[in-house]
């Protein structure tokens, strides 16, 4: 009996940190009806503001839209936040690119999206400021000018720790297959209270990294450094929903508290 207790004992303590936190409740933060909790944000514009529409909810879809772009993107990225700040947590919800980009984006722009995670609050944001500062679920479909996996990491402002050393490149490729335009897929995110992230895509992990900071190199991010009274450390912040000129929609969308 005690060696089986001893063993039951070992055996909690090797449960990941991960596992800590299984039973905390999903929580939907999308009611597929409206934006309420939502904040627009678009280059150009005052927190708030949306005069084209980008941001609408349809067929219970949070819904990327251009038709009322004439046609023409005109560099004005956007992002929606959710109203609270996260620490430790998962996101998972299901997303889909769909239909032709807006003629006049950037070729690395095609069948491209993302959500941002750890962002700076969009009150922060330069009234031309294209992306927030923080790290992103880079979402990716084929056809594209160049073929790559969906689910990889972008870090504008910020850098991460992946295989054990700090890794200044903007964007790092998952694991994951390529996915077509058109096809509804599952993402997930998780962000641990010792700081490691996950990503998931289809509920198989593609990618891997830890320690997130602000780069001191980024002039946005140099701003939010100087207001931390010079800490580099990312350990919570906003999440964003991207709008870069290819349409997408996002539904089932929840969290799951971890801290």
């Known amino acids: 009996m005690k060696n089986l207790i001893l063993l039951s004992l070992a055996l909690i303590g090797a449960v990941p940190v991960s596992a800590s936190a299984m039973d905390a409740k999903w929580e939907p933060i999308f009611d597929g009806k409206t934006l309420g909790g939502w904040t627009p944000k678009l280059a150009g514009h005052a927190v708030g503001e949306d005069p084209k529409q980008t941001f609408v909810v349809e067929d219970g879809a949070l819904r990327v839209s251009y038709a009322n772009y004439n046609n023409r993107f005109g560099a004005e990225y956007g992002h929606i936040f959710w109203k609270a700040p996260l620490k430790a947590f998962r996101i998972r919800f299901e997303y889909r690119l769909f239909g032709d980009p807006l003629p006049d984006i950037k070729v690395w722009e095609v069948s491209n999206s993302g959500l941002m995670f750890h962002a700076q609050a969009p009150e922060t944001m330069r009234r031309d400021q294209a992306f927030p500062v923080s790290l992103e679920l880079q979402l990716l479909g084929v056809p594209r000018p160049q073929e790559e996996p969906t689910g990889n990491l972008c870090t504008p402002g910020t850098t991460i720790?992946?295989?054990g050393r700090r890794d200044l490149r903007?964007?790092?490729?998952?694991?994951?297959?390529?996915?077509?335009?058109?096809?509804?897929?599952?993402?997930?995110?998780e962000v641990l209270p010792n700081g490691e992230i996950t990503h998931f895509i289809d509920g198989k992990a593609v990618l891997q990294y830890s320690a997130p900071e602000l780069d001191p190199?980024?002039?946005?991010?140099?701003?939010?450094?100087?207001?931390?009274?010079?800490?580099?450390?990312?350990?919570?912040?906003y999440i964003a929903l991207q709008a870069e000129g290819q349409q997408i929609e996002f539904r089932k969308i929840e969290i799951q508290q971890l801290d």
């Open 161 to 163: 720790v992946i295989d």
């Open 170 to 189: 903007h964007c790092i490729l998952s694991s994951s297959p390529l996915l077509p335009v058109g096809q509804w897929t599952s993402a997930e995110v």
């Open 217 to 237: 190199a980024d002039k946005d991010a140099a701003a939010l450094i100087t207001a931390a009274g010079g800490s580099l450390h990312l350990g919570k912040g």
